[in-house]
Every structure is written in C-alpha cells, then in structure tokens.
C-alpha cells in the first residue's frame, strides 16, 4: 500500500465519495491539477484498491498505514520525554534547592543626588544666511536668519527644560558647549554664495550677537558654562581645503571671537571659559574622559554613509594620540607586578590611550557609533535642497545634548528637535552695524 499513501488525502475523499466513479475530467476541474496527474492519481487507486479489494478495505489499509506512522513519532516522543524526566531528575538530586526568602529585601531611595554629572551640548552647523525656499523643497524645509533664530531660541528652551528635569536626581552645574564648525554658510559654494540671505562679514557679525545673547540666557542656570570652538569647511577663505593656517583662515574663527567679545564680562568674572584653539581638531578632557572634537569634513563616506570612515579615521587616530601619551606620561607606568601596581595602571589607563568620545559635526545627520563612542551631531539648518535632490536624505534641525558621569561616562543622549519659534533676541537696530543688518 505504499502507492496508495501517495495519493493526497483530498483527492482520496473525492474518488471515496464518489465511489470511485468520479472521471479524470472532473478530478482535474475540482482539485486544480493537470490531467496527467488526475488520470496517474485515478489509475493508481484502481490498481492498488478499486479492482484488488473493497473500496472499504482500501480506506481501511490508508488508515492503518497512517496509524502506524503516528505510533513511531509518538513512541519517538515518549522516549525524549522520558531521557528529560531523568536527566531533570539527576539536576534536582546534584543540584542544592535554595528556600524562597520569607523577606524581600528593601532598597532603600537615596534622599540626595544619585550622582554627578556634567552636560555636553554640541552646536554645530548652523549655516547662518543660507537660504532654503519652502517651494523648491516641496514644503519640507525652510531656512533664513530669521528662522534661524527662532530655532536658536527653542534650542535654549529645550536644553533648559531637559536639564531641569535631571536635576531631581542629579547635581547639574557644569555646561559644556562644544562649536563644531559651518556656523556660517560660507561662500565656497558658488550656488550658496548666489543665495545666501547676506554676505559671510554681515552674517558673521549678526549671529554672533544672537549667539553670544543665547549663551548669557544660560549662565544664571549653572555656576560654569566652558566654551570649546572648532572650525568647518563653510567657513573658509580658500576655494580648496588647506591644512596651513585652516583654522585663522576661517570666518568661523572670527565668529567665535566675536562671541568672546560679546561674553567678555562674564569671561572676567569666572562664569564662561572660552577656548578657541587654532588647531581644527582638539582634545578636550571632562570628569576624566577625554573627548576629541572637529567637524570631521576631512571624513571620507562610503555609499553616502560615513561609518566605514570613522572606523578608519578612529584606528589612525588612537594609533596616533595613544603613542604622543605614551611618550609625554611614560613616568605614569608603573610596575605591574603586584595587584597594586595593577590598579595604579587601570585607573590612569586613559593617560595612556587615545580619547574615549569623539564629537562631530558636517554630515547633518544624528548617529551614534562605534559603541557609543562617536558621535555624529545633526544640524540647526536640517534639509536643504543638496540634501534632498542630490543625496536623498532626510534631515530634522536637530540639535545635540549628552550627560557624562565621572563613573559611567555618557550616560544619557538627548536631540533637541529645534522648531521655527518666535524669538526674543535682540537685533541691532542702530549705529554702524545696525545700518549694515537693519533689514533683518
């Protein structure tokens, strides 16, 4: 009876039905099949079942075979279960019993802070004068000084509102605002520099007023605020990249100094640290962990993303960094013999190494990589028309914000999504430089 197990059990019910009467014709209309397989399937129960024995007898024998498979695979089950009831068995005689504790334990709620932590809030790309037009973008960006400011001022809205609700738990009195660069369009470009809303000197001069009235609204909310400025490729003087004086060559140079300028009372009093090193890349050190800061234009992308790029730049980098250190505290080594000189070694292993976070900015995009150790900050300007009809990425004006803990490191990331809001910032509106921006 193996032929006959080959024949499917709907075609089995038809032909039983029927009383095997049932034609190749009508077999082949009902179940869908060929007419080779209906007169194959139609022959094979006349040979085997139709024309040998009782069509009763036939179903009988299909019944029996499928018992008897059933009995194998249930017999197979029975065994499994019965080598799991005596390895379970074995486990419960080897293996101790714990008894359930009549008293759960009580961990009690810390009445002060958890812990203290710093804030890291990165600026970055903010493109000030360049121009978006709501109808070349289909309705899905715009962007001028104007707006601009507004998305600056529900910046300072949102990082206040973030950290006010951290401060419940955590002692908050240390804001660090890292400038990563492109702050102004810039006039590289030939298309932005056709335009851009005004020119780089007059948007120079403009945002970093509102910039510098930005950072005042938050000094009464911390006893430090530390300022740390790295230059973009907007911003340059050169058509081309340089390497020689890139930094000093840079509006944005010149628009960190105007901000300075501008905060130089509260630079006196001990309330704002400024540093503006002429080196586009730098080494910032916080509650212990070291940060690397630049804007990363120099980063190539591969198919449009630039992970495999910080991968690479990473590996150099370190290489690089983690052999200067080496070499300037070589006296901070010590013998490792011992289990003391052991944790000596640990615990100044950051003296020793590269940089724990990287910040960067040029890629309009949020990302956090390689193990939440880079990350890549979005931009204040959001999508543009190069971005959409050029790249095909979708970019939100976003800004960045992160607590570091001198225990744990980073341990909280926060995009501060910046809407086009009103604004209460002051615009010059007389003498030389309000003649030159009066139209804003």
């Not at 910032?284 to 940060?291: A, D, L, T, Y």
């Not at 001198?406 to 010059?428: D, L, M, V």
């Amino acid at each position: 009876m193996k032929l006959v197990n080959e024949i499917p059990d709907e075609i089995v019910s038809l032909i039983v039905e029927s009383d095997g009467k049932i034609g190749r014709d009508s077999l082949k209309d009902m179940m869908g099949i060929s007419e080779h397989e209906a007169r194959y399937y139609l022959r094979l129960w006349r040979d085997k079942i139709g024309d040998s024995s009782p069509q009763s007898l036939g179903m009988a024998q299909i019944l029996q075979d499928k018992l008897k498979e059933q009995t194998k695979i249930i017999k197979s089950q029975q065994r499994e279960l019965a080598v799991e009831e005596i390895i379970l068995g074995r486990m419960k005689e080897i293996i101790p019993m714990l008894p359930l504790p009549k008293k759960l334990p009580v961990i009690p709620q810390k009445d002060d802070k958890i812990d203290v932590r710093e804030v890291v809030t990165v600026w970055t790309d903010w493109h000030a004068a360049e121009v978006v037009d709501l109808e070349q973008m289909e309705g899905r960006n715009e962007y001028n000084l104007d707006i601009m400011y507004g998305r600056i001022w529900n910046l300072l809205r949102g990082t206040i509102r973030i950290i006010d609700s951290q401060r419940e738990k955590f002692e908050i009195t240390t804001l660090n605002i890292d400038m990563l660069g492109d702050m102004l369009s810039g006039s590289i470009h030939d298309e932005l520099k056709e335009t851009n809303q005004f020119p780089i000197l007059k948007a120079t001069l403009a945002t970093a007023f509102v910039a510098a009235q930005a950072i005042s609204m938050l000094v009464p909310h911390f006893n430090l605020i530390r300022i740390t400025c790295c230059v973009g490729n907007h911003a340059r003087l050169t058509k081309k990249p340089a390497f020689k004086n890139k930094v000093l060559d840079s509006y944005d140079y010149m628009f960190y100094q105007l901000v300075s300028i501008h905060l130089h009372k509260y630079i006196e009093e001990g309330k704002i640290e400024f540093n503006i090193p002429e080196s586009p890349e730098c080494i910032i050190v916080r509650s212990g962990f070291s940060f690397l800061l630049g804007h990363s234009d120099q980063i190539r992308s591969y198919l449009g993303l630039p992970f495999y790029g910080f991968a690479r730049d990473d590996a150099n980098q370190q290489r690089m960094r983690k052999l200067r250190s080496v070499i300037s505290t070589n006296a901070d080594i010590k013998s490792a013999e011992d289990l003391e000189g052991a944790i000596i070694n640990f615990e100044n292993a950051r003296s020793v190494y590269g940089y724990d976070y990287r910040e960067a900015g040029h890629f309009h995009t949020m990302a956090i990589i390689n193990d939440w150790s880079t990350m890549l900050c979005p931009s204040l300007v959001g999508e543009n028309e190069y971005s959409k009809n050029k790249l095909r990425v979708r970019s939100r004006p976003m800004q960045l914000l992160a607590f570091l803990s001198a225990r744990w490191g980073i341990k909280g990331i926060e995009p501060i999504n910046c809407k086009n809001e009103p604004h209460n910032f002051s615009i010059y509106s007389e003498g030389v430089l309000g003649e030159m921006i009066s139209c804003i």
